[in-house]
């Protein structure tokens, strides 16, 4: 059955037809990298800084931790190896940071697909992988960023190490470490379809910190410490604390990070493949 | 049970076609499949010749889906540059603003706006990457009279300009205004498909009701050739025509017809009629 005016706007589909008439199909190229842009990522990154909790709980806790646990106390200056007890502390609050705003950074996935707004990315040519690529990044910006200000505090502080390279050498480990985390969160976000999947995660996250010993420094060989060997903190924390102690680097810390990097990373590559297929 | 058993269907570029049928009739899911958001059990999709995400991703087919959700935390314009961002042809953000009527809101945070504002805005997103298809799932659902009004004002402008609009609804009103063409949906299948003005003749004509002991159908059909429907109910006659008075003459002055009524069917008892049906009306809910 056809109209009148369906089979008018047929002929003009091969002619040409004003501005928001029927396209030029030459023009429409499916975009590159799978929709990645400098656009999405600005606004995307403004989302995250612009968010009063996020930037609490990424940039502020840390911080402060730093300067109840690190500052001005008995042990502060003594020595930690390379340097002293202060640097070890603001190392742990880094990374403590740095886990935060990873794994919150993955999470987003979750408040966006109860919101409801994957289902309106998948109407765009934004490809899931150049999406969870983005949060991913995103993620990692700001892990840094808890790092950095963790770091700054320490520098006008009483952390101490033997050379600049020191700092900068510990905190790249921090910070690549914590791909960990935000593969952690991206795994929960697409597991737990909650606005609310921080407030789920944030008391494992702490019991995890405590797996690294970034509370409280672990005993070797205590039976705490056995245990938090296969905790998921336990890895990062172990190499990028090891610069400034001078420990011999052990292949079980390595093996640490990279299970659970994979675990995390399969889990969340697992519930994106169910994600798309349903929608 | 299937939600949609088996739509073909060939829409014509430039069209407005309804997409009508009451809750639960298939419309969403049949759309979701139109825009690879979900797959069908058999068969295939193609859209524009292409596979809809293909189409997607090329920018030709664009929706405003009921349940698409929005960023709270971002602006309208925000939320418009991002989704322009991942297309490689784009209209303007001012421009779209402006044919969706948002302009005046366009610094507004997403979650500040009333439902009818954020449907607008995912109006202009579908209007950003300029698709050749455009496709409304329920568009105006939660919206109030006012909102809706202008809701298809802007629709109604855009359209002007050759875009083939697909719209599915269950409001009778919505289709008779605005379509083209009207395609009814009853439990996954197409139960009539007309411009609204066939739609309507289907639906217009009066009911004949009068008791005749002895009618057969085959009798009376022979006897009144305009009857379009024929009931018998024990001893009550039901005929639907376009011409009862000619039914009317017929009954009171060959037959031995008494009590005879005429009556007017509206076109939401033909909407009711095509769109319900006797077995399975009560088990279609459950499709969903």
């Known amino acids: 059955m056809t109209t009148s005016a369906s089979t008018a706007s047929t002929a003009s589909a091969t002619t040409s037809v004003p501005a928001a008439g029927v396209v030029d199909r030459s023009l429409r190229k499916v975009p590159p990298m799978g929709g990645l842009n400098r656009t999405l990522a600005w606004i995307e990154l403004k989302r995250v800084l612009r968010n009063r909790r996020t930037m609490i709980f990424s940039l502020v806790v840390p911080a402060a931790f730093y300067f109840l646990f690190g500052v001005g106390q008995t042990y502060t200056n003594d020595n930690a190896g390379r340097g002293n007890v202060g640097a070890f502390i603001m190392i742990s609050m880094a990374l403590y940071g740095a886990m935060i705003s990873t794994t919150g950074g993955g999470a987003m996935v979750a408040t966006e697909r109860a919101q409801g707004w994957s289902r309106q990315l998948r109407l765009t040519p934004l490809s899931p992988i150049a999406y969870v690529t983005i949060k991913v990044a995103v993620a990692m910006v700001l892990g840094l960023l808890s790092i950095l200000v963790v770091y700054i505090c320490g520098l006008f502080t009483h952390a101490k190490m033997d050379s600049p390279w020191l700092f900068v050498a510990t905190a790249a480990i921090a910070w690549a470490g914590s791909l960990v985390f935000a593969a952690f969160g991206l795994f929960m976000g697409y597991l737990l379809p909650s606005e609310n999947v921080m407030q789920i995660l944030g008391p494992g996250l702490a019991l995890l910190a405590f797996g690294g010993g970034l509370f409280i420094p672990l005993t070797d060989g205590s039976a705490f410490e056995i245990f938090a060997r296969f905790t998921p903190m336990y890895g990062i924390s172990k190499l990028a604390h090891a610069p400034l102690t001078g420990d011999t680097v052990q292949w079980w810390w390595v093996a640490n990070v990279v299970v659970w990097l994979a675990i995390f990373v399969g889990g969340a590559a697992w519930r994106l493949r169910g994600d798309t297929d349903r929608v | ?288």
């Open chain 2, 1 to 288: 049970m299937h939600a949609v058993r088996g739509i073909d269907l060939d829409i014509e570029p430039g069209e407005i076609v309804a997409f009508l049928g009451p809750n639960g009739a298939g419309k969403t899911t049949t759309i979701d499949m139109v825009l690879g958001l979900s797959q069908p059990t058999a068969g295939e999709v193609t859209i524009l010749g292409e596979a809809p995400r293909t189409a997607i991703a090329h920018g030709l087919v664009a929706a405003v889906m009921q349940t698409a959700g929005l960023l709270k935390d971002i602006s309208v314009r925000e939320t418009l540059q991002l989704t322009g961002s991942l297309f490689t042809h784009t209209a303007s953000v001012d421009s779209v603003m402006k044919r969706a009527g948002i302009t005046e809101i366009a610094d507004r945070k997403v979650q500040k706006c009333s439902g009818g504002q954020q449907q607008r805005l995912r109006f202009a997103m579908a209007l950003l990457s300029d698709p050749e298809v455009l496709v409304l799932d329920e568009p105006t659902t939660g919206m109030d009279v006012e909102g809706r009004r202008d809701f298809w004002a802007a629709i109604r402008q855009d359209a002007g300009k050759g875009r083939t609009i697909v719209f599915a609804t269950h409001y009778l009103e919505e289709a008779d205004a605005y379509a083209d063409r009207i395609i009814l949906v009853r439990q996954g299948e197409i139960v009539a498909d007309g411009t609204a003005s066939e739609i309507k003749a289907m639906s217009a004509g009066r009911t004949v009701r009068a008791t005749l002991p002895g009618a057969t159908t085959e009798s009376l059909q022979s006897a009144v050739p305009s009857a379009d429907s024929i009931e018998i109910r024990g001893e009550t006659v039901l005929i639907h025509s376009n011409d009862t008075d000619a039914v009317a003459r017929y009954l009171l002055t060959e037959t031995t017809a008494h009590d005879l009524e005429i009556e007017a069917r509206g076109i939401e008892d033909a909407f009711i009629a095509l769109t319900s049906s006797h077995t399975e009306a009560q088990t279609e809910e459950s499709a969903r």
